[in-house]
């Protein structure tokens, strides 16, 4: 987490201009006590000699003139009113630490409300998988080894949340504000839907649409953004963040909307694939015999709410093999003979 106040980021925050990659950003750092503390010793420092009453209109422009090109040299940066607590107390409270100075100068003031946003993480450890309701009513059935960050209640223009690993969302509609789910250099906007989004550390990303339109792309930087792709039911896209390839991939609806219910489906996928997945959503080691041919694919469907030997019992017949659990309770999966 950042120690140093990020001038930038603060500059759209105040002026509006916060994509909802910023606002997630600067939520984050209000939970870093280094940030907010850096914005206090800064504010402080500036504010040590200024009275408790406020000086008069000349003083107050030279001040901010003063507080604008030191810290932020942005000339276009728009003051909101010439009261002496305008700017800071812009900075201070929208970024829901505004009490710290209003306290402090025992000030009152109708121009700001106080922009305070709780963030609530979810997560889910190995073996482990929820459901979760969310403020506007959308659903999210969060995965094994995974979590997801969002604000308490949604403000702003967009609904915006963070995801690792892999989630369900059933999207409550809502035009006037799409849904916006962050993953890595990817986001997912959509406006009412359901769809499965697969991004864990180190793995491809995947995104599986059953019902609706989504729209995939990378989020936008200096270097600008751009459209992955857009889903309708029946389609999906993966990409792969290490090459930089994008490769449409067919969805079965059934098995998506299924996953939501504890049903695992495996399409063409490695013996190796399927034991790191069912690794995670059991709580499992699995390992492999020298005999055994760990590139071998297989598509079937298990019951994951079901238990581990149950799933094991269709992989290993399926695939012409045995299992055993030795001293451990570790899975060792090798030939039938």
């Known amino acids: ?32 006590p280094h940030w907010k503390q850096a914005l206090e010793n800064m504010l402080d420092t500036e504010f040590s000699a200024m009275q408790n009453e406020p000086p008069n209109e000349k003083v107050l422009e030279e001040w901010t003139q003063e507080f604008r090109d030191k810290y932020f040299k942005k000339p276009h940066v ?29 000030l009152e003031s109708n121009h700001f409300v106080a922009a305070s946003i709780t963030m609530v993480e979810k997560t889910n450890q190995r073996g482990i998988r929820s459901k979760i309701i969310l403020e506007d009513g959308s659903v999210v059935y969060l995965g094994a080894g995974s979590s997801i960050r969002f604000p308490k209640r949604f403000v702003g223009k967009e609904r915006t949340l963070m995801l690792t690993g892999e989630a369900f969302f059933e999207i409550t509609k809502n035009p006037e504000r799409p849904f916006v789910i962050h993953t890595g250099e990817i986001q997912t906007t959509v406006l009412g839907t359901s769809f499965k989004i697969t991004a864990f550390k180190g793995a491809p990303l995947s995104v599986e649409v059953a019902t609706g339109k989504v729209r ?53 996928r490695s013996l190796a694939q399927i034991a790191t997945e069912l690794e995670n959503w059991y709580n499992v080691e699995i390992s492999f015999a020298k005999s055994v041919s760990v590139g071998k694919r297989l598509s079937l469907s298990v019951d ?20 055993h659990f030795n001293e451990r309770q570790e899975i060792i999966i090798s030939g039938s003979k």
């Open 304 to 323: 994951g709410t079901g238990s581990i030997s149950d799933a094991l019992d269709i992989i290993c017949n399926t695939a012409h093999l045995k299992y």
């Open 216 to 268: 995939v792309s990378k989020k936008k930087s200096k270097k600008g953004g751009a459209e992955l792709a857009i889903l309708i039911p029946g389609e999906g896209v993966m990409w792969d963040g290490g090459s930089g390839k994008t490769t449409a991939i067919h969805t079965d609806i059934s098995a998506v909307k299924g996953w939501a219910a504890g049903e695992i489906s495996f399409k063409n």
């Open 1 to 32: 987490m950042k120690k140093e106040i990020d001038k930038e980021l603060l500059i759209r925050y105040i002026n509006d201009r916060c994509t909802a990659e910023d606002l997630l950003q600067v939520q984050q750092f209000l939970q870093d």
């Open 78 to 106: 728009k003051f909101w009113n010439k009261q002496w607590i305008g700017y800071a107390a812009a900075c201070l409270v929208m970024l829901g630490i505004g009490g710290y100075f209003l306290n402090k100068q025992r």
